[in-house]
């Protein structure tokens, strides 16, 4: 399972969740946020295990969610692909401009 997708799963359907690493304490994860606070957390030892917990967790926690049932709205679905081809765009012209070694 891809760390990154999963991420970008609960990103897009507003599942909120803090990540971060030490050099020799594992990568810590938690399902939730400081101001409404955390529904679990665990400590993996790599990014698979992080994003497999992640999904696990989401699915047992909020079985209802969009992140579960794959649907998103498409107001917010819109607005995520706004997002990603303006970025895209900005990235291709700033590319352009400079060329790609960015030098």
């Known amino acids: ?6 991420l970008d799963g ?3 359907r507003e599942i909120n969740f803090m990540i971060y690493a030490l050099w020799d304490g594992g990568i810590t994860v938690k399902l939730g946020d400081k101001l409404n ?15 497999k917990w992640l999904d ?10 969009q992140y579960v049932t794959g649907k998103l ?3 917010l679905l819109n ?3 706004t997002f990603f081809v303006t970025a895209r765009d900005v990235s291709n012209t700033y590319t ?6 960015g030098v």
Do not use: C
Request: hydrophobic residues 45%; charged residues 20%.
């Open 1 to 6: 399972m891809d760390l990154g997708q999963v």
């Open 10 to 12: 609960l990103y897009q």
């Open 37 to 51: 606070g955390f529904h679990a957390e665990t400590v993996a030892r790599t990014s698979a295990e992080a994003a």
């Open 56 to 65: 696990e967790q989401v699915r047992k926690i909020f079985p209802k969610s």
């Open 73 to 75: 709205s498409a107001a």
């Open 79 to 81: 607005v995520f692909l």
């Open 96 to 101: 352009d401009m400079i060329g790609p070694s």
